[in-house]
């Protein structure tokens, strides 16, 4: 079967035919990639590193890093609508931790693969 687009066709039909139903579906792609925004960028990587380690909040982040709380406020809120950290109450406090263990793990796989 030949495989064509308007520019082109395919130089091996048999493995675009084989990989082709594998493909994600577009809507999975776009969130795949707006997650990869999320975490493209260095200071939230750096809060996502010390959520690595303890649940912290907003102040002893900003000390850590050197930022200020509304920095580390606004930073935290992306990673909250990203479901990247989880927040938790406690009296006057918002504690703040990664969202799950995949978190961690990407983190980890990311770093093993940047310092190869």
């Not at 030949?2 to 577009?26: G, Q, S, T, W, Y």
Request: proline residues 3%; hydrophobic residues 45%.
């Amino acid at each position: 079967m030949e495989i064509k687009r308007a520019d082109c066709e395919a130089i091996n039909p048999e493995l675009v035919n084989k990989i082709k139903p594998d493909m994600p579906d577009m809507k999975v792609l776009y969130e795949l990639s707006d997650f990869f925004k999320v975490m493209g960028d260095n200071t939230r990587i750096r809060l996502l590193w010390a959520l690595e380690e303890a649940e912290m909040c907003v102040n002893d982040l900003a000390v850590l890093l050197d930022m200020t709380k509304s920095a580390v406020s606004h930073q935290l809120k992306i990673l909250r609508i990203a479901k990247l950290v989880k927040s938790t109450k406690r009296g006057k406090n918002v504690f703040y931790s990664l969202d799950d263990h995949h978190v961690k793990i990407i983190l980890e796989k990311a770093l093993e693969h940047a310092v190869e």
